[in-house]
DNA sequence: CCGATTTGACCCAA
DNA sequence: TTGGGTCAAATCGG
């Protein structure tokens, strides 16, 4: 977080780049739509489409080259974020006469974004496990606060797994959800609470075909967003491995949410964890490009425009998004 | 009555 | 000292 690495600097060149290429990509479309004039268009949308690709590559080797010393706040990655909620963390805590964990232990963690289609739709949200909102917190310089939720089965399982929602200031419908820990309870072991960060989790594949199916039952909408109204009864095991471990085993940017709505929803994982990389942080990872010009709206919402093209070249893209591959 | 949410207070890392 | 993360009592709802 000091001096700006040579490898950072390409880095950020290289996504301005893509931006810019981005915005042309969107006038382009928008003329050839006025127009009708798919075919020049189209040559030139193609041209953009690969010229970005090649740039979004020499981002990701940056970030590949670069991870060693990427954990940018501390050797344990986000220093604020440090998670205290590890196995036993009753224990934890006040006065904490245990005093086993004076520091707090980090968790593997990643993050998705998740977007919704209207401010009072959570469902996309809901990862098809149980969680248990246990705090809420504003957040310095952020609008909305950010809840925090642990497993349902926490205490009688064990299960260490927490995450932290929270919208993002320049787009109500877009939430940021850090995981922090993976899943050990009952419901997980079904199929769901892989972390996200194993892409070789693959057995995600006949969830995301499924989705709509697991969903239809009472969702999950463990947010305060909602009216007073509390405790979602669906929120159960429904061991129905509809989870965010689905994002990563395709990838790192899966458009057209593969959870309820999949007309107007959109999740995607940010980052991997550091557990398979030891060191990577989320804010590190959250240079992989279209993550982070997703997050930051305003001008740079072009990006959210292309996401639609994204899949296009998925298998090979995405390849080189896999937390696994550089994380 | 039981379990989930809310919310103020506390703990701890930076 | 500050602010993020967590605890736990109070409250709510089925």
């Keep these: 977080m000091e001096g700006v690495p040579e490898d950072k600097c390409t880095l950020i060149a290289e996504l301005v780049r893509v931006l810019e290429m981005a915005r042309q990509l969107e006038t382009y479309m928008a003329v050839q739509q006025q127009q009708g004039d798919a075919a020049g268009g189209d040559q030139r949308c193609r041209a953009l489409v690969s ?21 940018p706040s501390g050797g344990d990655g986000s220093p604020r974020s440090g998670v205290s909620d590890q196995a ?37 949200l809901d990862d098809g496990l149980s969680w248990r909102k246990y705090g809420q917190k504003d957040i310095l310089g952020a609008k909305y606060p950010r809840s925090y939720f642990r497993c349902t089965h926490r205490h009688t399982q064990s299960c260490q797994a927490s995450k932290h929602v929270q919208r993002t200031d320049g787009d109500p419908l877009l939430f940021d959800v850090v995981y922090h820990g993976s899943h050990t309870c009952a419901q997980a072991q079904g199929a769901a609470a892989r972390p996200v960060n194993q892409p070789a989790q693959q057995q995600t594949d006949t969830e995301q075909t499924t ?46 949410s593969p959870f309820v709505s999949p007309a107007t929803s959109e999740c995607r994982i940010v980052s991997g964890g550091y557990a398979l990389g030891g060191g990577v942080t989320m804010a590190g990872v959250r240079n992989v490009p279209d993550v982070e010009l997703a ?18 070249d998925a298998a090979s893209f995405l390849e080189l998004e896999s937390p696994a591959s550089y994380c």
């Design 51 to 71: 010229t970005m690709r090649a740039c979004i590559d020499r981002a990701v080797s940056c970030c590949a080259e670069g991870r060693p010393d990427s954990p």
């Design 88 to 124: 036993g963390g009753e224990f934890r805590g006040r006065g904490n006469a245990a005093g086993q964990c004076k520091k707090r232990k980090t968790l593997p963690k990643w993050s998705s974004q998740v977007r919704v289609s209207a401010v009072q739709d959570v469902s996309p």
């Design 211 to 256: 989705s709509p199916g697991f969903q239809a039952g009472p969702a999950v909408l463990p947010f305060s967003l909602r009216p007073a109204s509390n405790k979602p009864p669906g929120a159960h095991d429904a061991g129905d491995g509809a989870t965010s471990s689905r994002f990563i085993a395709t990838g790192c940017t899966v458009t057209a």
């Design 295 to 312: 997050a930051t709206t305003n001008s740079l919402m072009a990006m959210g425009q292309m996401d639609f093209m994204f899949p296009l």
